[in-house]
T-cell receptor, first 111, second 116 residues
Framework: DAKTTQPNSMESNEEEPVHLPCNHS???????IHWYRQLPSQGPEYVIH???SNVNNRMASLAIAEDRKSSTLILHRATLRDAAVYYC????????????FGGGTRVLVKP | NAGVMQNPRHLVRRRGQEARLRCSPM?????VYWYRQLPEEGLKFMVY????????ESGMPKERFSAEFPKEGPSILRIQQVVRGDSAAYFC??????????????FGQGTRLTVV
């Protein structure tokens, strides 16, 4: 998988939006952008994925830059239960069947 | 539909003992993946198996570690002669077929191995 860069940590207040950036300047045309999160003492959990267009689901929104070299995961109203490590992952055919996790962004939500 | 089930959730072994970690994939899933997460580190891919076949073991340490996924029963990750450095959380994921670029992966809750 191509490399992604994320901030180590971010803080947010409860009920406020959280914008998590991810840089992937070496992305290729066939790379999908996936986001997973890992709550404390849990296994990773799928959040959202996209290719070129912005995507929305019940958990979050994914905004993809026009040149696809960056993307932003948006949690519209953070709750305490959203405190987790969020991983931005690029997936392409060359990666086969592996998900390659980087360091992720640790999100702290303050009440 | 139960999710990916891993057991035990916690496992304590003395140095030199064997550890067996089990993973029951989601119903209808025939592909299993194992990951290891060392304390305060990210998840590292270990091995990808289909029923009765190891497809990719590029992340598996060459010695003491083995994995299987028999025709019947759960997938087993086996660590022989455990050392303190094996202490980690081991996660299993499953899918109905090879992960496609557009599909999600389903992970279990993990087994936390502590070697004393």
């Amino acid at each position: 998988d191509a490399k992604t860069t994320q901030p180590n940590s971010m803080e947010s207040n409860e009920e406020e939006p959280v914008h998590l950036p991810c840089n992937h300047s070496t992305i290729s045309g066939t790379d999908y952008i996936h986001w997973y999160r890992q709550l404390p003492s849990q296994g990773p959990e799928y959040v959202i994925h996209g290719l070129t267009s912005n995507v929305n689901n019940r958990m979050a929104s994914l905004a993809i830059a026009e040149d696809r070299k960056s993307s932003t995961l948006i949690l519209h109203r953070a709750t305490l239960r959203d405190a987790a490590v969020y991983y931005c992952i690029l997936r392409d055919e060359a990666a086969g069947n592996k998900l390659t996790f980087g360091g992720g962004t640790r999100v702290l939500v303050k009440p | 539909n139960a999710g990916v089930m891993q057991n035990p959730r916690h496992l304590v072994r003395r140095r030199g003992q064997e550890a067996r970690l089990r993973c029951s994939p989601m119903k209808g899933h025939s592909h299993v993946y194992w990951y290891r997460q060392l304390p305060e580190e990210g998840l590292k891919f270990m091995v990808y198996l289909q029923k009765e076949n190891i497809i990719d073991e590029s992340g598996m340490p060459k010695e003491r570690f083995s994995a299987e996924f028999p025709k019947e029963g759960p997938s087993i990750l086996r660590i022989q002669q455990v050392v303190r450095g094996d202490s980690a959380a081991y996660f299993c994921a499953s899918s109905p077929g090879p992960w496609r670029l557009r599909t999600e992966a389903f992970f279990g809750q993990g087994t936390r191995l502590t070697v004393v």
